[in-house]
């Protein structure tokens, strides 16, 4: 999500410490490489399974590659990539990456197998490693699409031991904007592939808008104020469903703004958001005869 780079940075917003070089560069090599260089890295991680590199680069030839090697080829192997990342390094950058990530429900990646076991070892790291943030960061980034409740628990366990890291308002402004919207996957490019109009009415999703009506955390109201915007008008069937979430992300803003109003970005967000807003009411200019 690229675009979400652009948001004010807030008081107390720091960067996580990367384990190994550029993961996400990485995982966009592995994108690009041919069948014969995977099977070569594969060998190497036979050899050396220390070699977070590789694995990084597999994760992302069979993210983006799924179909080419076999489904079920790729299904086994991806599984084998991350189970053994969330065993070995659960707080490893690369383990909290979006190609990391299992899926239970039906798609493309689907692998309800693999979800249940990983599951059951991040919950199992939850209580054992309870005390170290990255874990629980990666243990909430693993279910932010299947288990928000569980997600947003060991991202507010971690934001305790860390109260001074902005990256965990920012994880969890972006996760209850998610709940509000009832987006439940995401495709290859990270943006929503399916919502969830039950998840979008139920209990999570009351919580997560009380949640951000109290916040006084400019970073989680701006990410869940961007996210409101950028997907929310993306997803909604109905221009007045896209004008709610508007209005909501325009409401999010006005209230960072009353929290931080020293941050000099607020006024530039809220004129995009206006424009914005001018755009999706403007009527539809009438055909020339």
């Known amino acids: 999500m690229p675009w979400l780079a652009s948001l004010p940075l807030c008081a107390g917003q720091t960067t996580r410490p990367l384990v190994i070089q550029s993961p996400e560069q990485l995982v ?3 994108a690009n ?3 014969a260089a995977a099977a070569a890295l594969e060998e190497q991680v036979e050899k050396t399974p220390e070699d977070l590199n590789a694995r990084a680069k597999l994760l992302g030839y069979y993210w983006y590659q799924w179909m080419l090697p076999g489904e079920a080829a790729a299904k086994a ?6 189970l053994w990342l969330i065993e070995h390094h659960p707080d490893s950058p690369i383990t909290g990456l979006e190609e990391a990530a299992l899926s239970e429900k039906s798609g493309a990646m689907t692998d309800a197998e693999g979800y249940q076991e990983a599951r059951k070892r991040w919950l199992a ?3 054992s490693k309870g005390s170290n943030a990255y874990v629980l960061g990666n243990a909430g980034k693993f279910f932010q699409m299947s288990d928000k409740p569980l997600a947003e628990r060991a991202l507010l366990q971690a934001k305790s031991l860390q109260p001074e890291n902005g990256e965990w308002d920012w994880r969890l402004g972006y996760l209850y904007a998610m709940g509000i919207l009832g987006v439940n996957a995401l495709g290859v490019n990270g943006q929503p592939t399916s919502a969830d109009p039950f998840e979008a009415s139920g209990p999570f999703a009351g919580k997560a808008r009380k949640t951000l009506a109290q916040s006084s955390s400019g970073t989680m109201l701006a990410v869940a104020a961007s996210i409101l915007w950028r997907y ?3 997803l909604a069937p109905t221009e007045r469903g896209k004008l709610e979430y508007l209005e909501d992300a325009i409401k999010l803003v006005n209230q960072a703004k009353a929290a931080e109003p020293g941050n000099p ?3 530039q967000f809220l004129a995009q958001l206006q424009a914005f807003k001018v755009q999706v009411t403007s009527p539809a200019p009438k055909p020339s005869k």
């Open 28 to 30: 966009q090599q592995g």
């Open 77 to 82: 192997a991806r599984r084998r990539h991350i």
């Open 232 to 234: 929310g008008t993306m």
């Open 265 to 267: 970005s607020w006024p």
């Open 125 to 127: 790291l939850m209580e």
């Open 33 to 35: 490489i041919s069948r």
